[in-house]
C-alpha cells in the first residue's frame, strides 16, 4: 500500500492539472499577425525585439508598433516632430475627444498615437487599423503644414 501512495498521488496530481491546462488552450488570446495584415496594405513590417515592430510604408516613411499578446493591444506611435515642432502647431481638431489618434507631446518631440484591441480580430482587420494610422498621420501633417502656410503670410504682414 505504502508504494502505490506515490504512484496514486502523481496521478491525482495530473487528473487536477489536466482540466486547468485545456482550459487554458481554449481561452488562450489569439492575435492576428502584424506582419500579414501589413501586407495586406502593401507595407512591410519587421520585428525589432521584444514586442516591438516597425512598419514601412509605400511612400518609405515609417512607424513603430508595439504589441501586448496577452491581450492583443496593438499601440501604433509616429514621430511627427520633423512636420510639427510642437503641438501648438497641430491644430484644435486633435483636442477633439472624438479624434480617432492623438497628438502627444514628449520630451519636446510631438508624437501620434493610437491603440487598438484585436483579441481573435483578423489580419484584415488590423490592415485596416494600420492604413487608417498612415492616414491619420497624413493628415496630421498635411494639417499642420497648412495651419503654418496661413500663419506665414499674417507674420509678413505684420
Known sequence: ???????????????LILPL?????????ICPSLEKAAELVEMKATH???DDWEIETKDESVFYV?????NCIFRFVANLSRFIPNLSDAGDEWGSPSKIGTLIESEGDVFLKHHVLL???SEKTLSYNIKMF???ATKAIDSALEIKANVEPFRKSL
Not at 500500500?1 to 487528473?15: H, S, T, Y
Not at 508595439?66 to 496577452?70: H, K, Q, S
Open 134 to 136: 498612415d492616414y491619420l
Open 48 to 50: 525589432f525585439g521584444g
Open 66 to 70: 508595439a504589441v501586448g499578446y496577452e
Open 21 to 29: 491546462a485545456n482550459v487554458e488552450a481554449k481561452d488562450r488570446v
Open 1 to 15: 500500500m505504502i508504494a502505490r501512495l506515490p504512484k496514486l498521488i502523481c496521478i491525482i496530481v495530473i487528473a
Open 119 to 121: 483579441p481573435f480580430g
